[in-house]
């Protein structure tokens, strides 16, 4: 029997699994995933075929290793899966790993590679642990099978010198690999083809402003197919606010916020050095600490319940609005469209409107029946665009950062 490929997509507030055919392109066999990890009770949906199941676990799953395991378990036990009864149906299995330091592309796991990434964990303990966890799982519990890590990072290494540089002292950047590195790369690659694809562009004719709104969030310009500069940095909490992520604030604050702020937080273990700052920043800040919630669908609504959580939304309109402005004078005004991405990004309604109409003066319109209608379940890119607009078109890409890592892998190896 053709072997399939299973892709693993571990974010801050989600685990996603796709299983695939292994053919050109990829299709998708089965789909399953575990959503809410910070705002539990966790729920799990299955999609195979026709069939669609959703339901809350009862098992608590507060860790993406938590939620990975539970996932395989329960699509290895569908009888109905049969292309996928056990390891020997997989060729693959393609990880999607946030920081990937210097590398430009993807890598197999083995002995070394899985130590070099390991080093890499001081850098960015958050969100490389749990990929790094679940690639340690999948080599003892599915040996036979290759594990193959996409970085969030490779699509950002085009970018300029000046705009990866930090102003400090260069013998310690480059000793300690302090630069901006940009993640949701995976996903702004899917992004860049599928949107050139709707354009009838070749992408490195193409030059896009990328919004990748989720539990993270980030934005990307993008020149001639290439990342020219990202919002995120030497690490996933630059830039723009996320759930649990403060983004951009003057870096004294640390030093201002708690005295224990350099301490080791208590989440720190042997395999994660984790500061007290970097806890609070990470895990204590952004749409949580403002509002008590990580659901954005409580935020983003014409009435808030709350003052927080009207500031919380005109926090993001805010910063979000600030790098469109940035990425916009930096294309110069060549902007084939504006994409919204990412779970909120993409179903957002009113996240899209109030945008479009702070960037009004840039041309920009949008068709308020479209735009309130969003993304079909089974499209890709939507023009929410009002006809006979003179700037940018705008557009709501679902992203899916599943399917990039597989078409990859068939597209290098068929
Ligand atoms: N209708 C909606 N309106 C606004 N936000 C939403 C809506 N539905 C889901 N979200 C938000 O999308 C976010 C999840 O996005 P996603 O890109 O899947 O996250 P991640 O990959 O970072 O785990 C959550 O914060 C969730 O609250
Ligand atoms: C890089 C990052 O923040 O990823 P996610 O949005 O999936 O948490
Ligand atoms: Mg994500």
Avoid at 82 to 97: G, N
Avoid at 224 to 242: F, Q, R, V, Y
Avoid at 251 to 280: Q, R, W
Avoid at 301 to 315: G, M, N, R, W, Y
């Amino acid at each position: 029997m053709a072997k399939s490929i299973l892709a693993v997509n571990a974010g801050s507030s989600s685990v996603k699994v796709t299983f695939y055919t292994f053919t050109d392109p990829p299709r998708a066999i089965a789909d399953a995933q575990v959503s809410g990890i910070t705002a539990p009770p966790a729920t799990f949906k299955y999609q195979r075929g026709e069939f669609k199941q959703k339901e809350q676990p009862q098992e608590n799953l507060a860790t993406p290793q938590d939620a990975f395991k539970y996932i395989l378990q329960r699509c290895f036990s569908d009888p109905e899966l049969s292309e996928v009864a056990s390891d020997s149906d997989l060729a693959y299995i393609c990880h999607r790993v946030v920081h990937g330091g210097d590398y430009s592309e993807e890598i197999e796991i083995n002995d070394d590679t899985l130590h070099r990434l390991e080093a890499l964990e001081d850098l960015a303990p958050l969100h490389n642990f749990s990929a790094l966890e679940i690639i340690r799982l999948c080599k003892k519990e599915l040996p036979s099978v290759s594990s193959m890590t996409f970085f969030d990072s490779a699509f950002h290494q085009t970018m300029p010198l000046h705009v990866k540089t930090y102003p400090i002292n260069q013998q310690i950047a480059k000793a300690n690999g302090l630069r901006k590195y940009g993640f949701h790369g995976i996903s702004y690659s899917f992004i860049l083809r599928s949107v050139a694809q709707f354009l009838g562009k070749p992408a490195e004719k193409t030059n896009l402003i990328v919004m990748h709104i989720g539990s993270g969030a980030s934005i990307c310009a993008i020149k001639e197919g290439k990342s020219i500069d990202t919002s995120m940095g030497l690490t996933p909490l630059a830039g723009l606010p996320g759930a649990t992520r403060s983004g951009d604030i003057d870096p004294s604050l640390v030093f201002h916020y708690t005295n224990e702020a350099g301490k080791l937080s208590p989440a720190s273990t042997k395999d994660m050095h984790l500061s007290m700052a970097e806890e609070i920043l990470n895990k204590k800040s952004g749409w949580k600490a403002l509002t008590g919630t990580t659901d954005f669908s409580q935020i983003a609504v014409e009435t808030p319940p709350s003052e927080a959580h009207k500031l919380a939304f005109d926090i993001l309109v805010d910063r979000t609005l600030g790098y469109i402005g940035n990425y916009y004078v930096k294309l110069g005004g060549e902007v084939d469209a504006l994409v919204f991405a990412g779970g909120i990004g993409e179903k957002s309604a009113l996240l899209r409107r109030i945008l479009a109409e702070k960037c009004s003066s840039l041309g920009l319109a949008i068709d308020s029946d479209a735009n309130d209608k969003g993304v079909e379940e089974d499209q890709t890119v939507k023009d929410i665009s009002k006809g006979g607009g003179k700037g940018p078109r705008t557009l709501i890409c679902q992203t899916n950062e599943q399917f990039e890592m597989a078409y990859h892998i068939v597209s290098s190896r068929s």
